[in-house]
């Protein structure tokens, strides 16, 4: 018996299985593009391919995320909110456990306070403005032309502090880095300024909701180090990273239709 | 005797002149580039021959805008706000008077509201977010594959009504651009849509002002009719456009400067 979850989002497709102790079997992850039904049941057949199982071994999937609503196979679907909750909670038990989560997806940001059981006790989210979110990475990538998975290692090589990047907005930011290219800094001391300006949004996001020990950080760009450090450093603590930080939410949802099947079959026994 | 007004923004530098009786001898607008100083000297210059004066003839000189403490030359320096004010007050005396300001620049859109003197009784201005800025045309008009200065003819050959931008930011409406191109929608139906998206949004930060007849419209974006059909329709009112919107600012600025002029000399005679 297997339990999967695939978290629909706008930028990638996420896809956790577990299994009937709930240990995760493998996660898949694969760009959205523009047919969302279609690549994310792909991306289901190909995780369930390399872990080898069968889609008739999957017992109950949720679906979860931006784009759930497409994806009809599922047996149910969940808001990312409580998905990503329950999968921090529960990756969070071997680091002691978490009660901050921060996530930062490819078009927006949340931060979620949870209680000692897991229960969202309060959370915040942007997804209106693409400053603070995957996007504006991806949009100083391209301006730097730097590879996204390059901005890490580059902030590290900055030989002075980090600039200031004036512009709140994702559009004027791009002028400015323009600028300061032109300007003649270096392109690792604009980086580190960005990931500064990102870390300067995202604690103030969390801070909306309040900051508990600890705090857990997920979504795609939890795997940038040079981000991870701005934000450890403006919140003036460590940061949780799990090992699959784009799959947490996934992984939420399918120990969610873990639960939920194994519920659902206990009540029919009764 | 000659006074001049040299609006140093963002995107473009703004000349104008006028003569002693405070009539309009003629204005330059050209793109403000990197070198804000040379170019602002440059367009200064090139009005002056373009009207046959000398500098000498320009008695006082007063700069405003986002650059004007870069131009080291004025005598005087004065926010666009004010500026702003006095040339659409000027201006709108030949319509009957104006009450309102509405003006969308290369980074930022502002309302002001004046009293029957002319005088700024309230503002709002945004200048941290590209959307409901002329930034957002730009971004538009790349996105389409069409000249800034087309956009607005091309609002008019829409054959269905407004598509609707769902993204208020204007990174995530690129997108939405781009999505509906490849499901086949057309520009002109585009474009009406993202007019009608500044339009509202331009009357949001004017009802923060309050809205009193009549309504002038200026900066560049007011050249794009498109865009004021958007934005009388959403206004449910007819809008003042000067002949030349792009120069109301500064041909306060020179206004401005006529009257300081005027005022030290006769004090001087005292
Ligand atoms: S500030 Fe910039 S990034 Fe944010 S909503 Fe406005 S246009 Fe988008």
Redesign the pocket.
């Known amino acids: 018996n297997y339990f999967a979850g695939i978290d629909v989002g706008s930028t990638a497709i996420k896809v956790a299985v577990v299994d009937a102790e709930g240990l995760l079997v493998g996660v898949h992850v694969t760009p959205s593009g523009s047919l969302f039904h279609k690549n994310s049941l792909e991306a289901l057949n190909t995780l369930l391919a390399k872990v080898g199982l069968q889609r008739e071994d999957v017992r109950y999937l949720i679906a979860t995320g931006y784009g759930r609503k497409l994806f009809k196979e599922a047996d149910d679907s969940i808001s990312e909110i409580t998905a990503n909750a329950i999968g921090a909670f529960e990756t969070g038990k071997a680091f002691g456990g978490v009660r901050t989560i921060i996530n930062i997806g490819g078009q927006d940001s949340k931060a979620i306070q949870i209680d000692n059981s897991g229960n969202v006790v309060n959370f915040a989210m942007n997804d209106?403005?693409?400053?603070g979110t995957g996007r504006f990475l991806d949009v100083a990538a391209r301006n730097l032309e730097l590879d996204l998975e390059d901005l890490g290692d580059c902030h590290f090589q900055a030989t002075t502090a980090p600039l200031t990047i004036n512009s709140?907005?994702?559009?004027?930011a791009e002028s400015e880095i323009i600028g300061l290219l032109a300007k003649g800094h270096g392109k690792a001391e604009i980086i580190a300024g960005i990931h500064y300006s990102i870390a300067q949004r995202t604690v103030r996001l969390a801070k909306r909701v309040g900051i508990e020990d600890r705090v857990y950080f997920d979504g795609g760009p939890a795997l940038n180090k040079g981000l991870v450090a701005a934000i450890q450093d403006e919140l003036g603590r460590e940061l949780v990273i799990p090992e699959h930080p784009q799959t947490t939410t996934a992984f939420g949802a399918a120990m969610l239709a873990r639960s939920e099947y194994l519920e659902e079959r206990s009540a029919g026994q009764d």
């Not at 209106?128 to 400053?131: D, E, G, L, R, V």
């Open positions: 209106k403005c693409a400053a709140t907005c994702t559009v004027f």
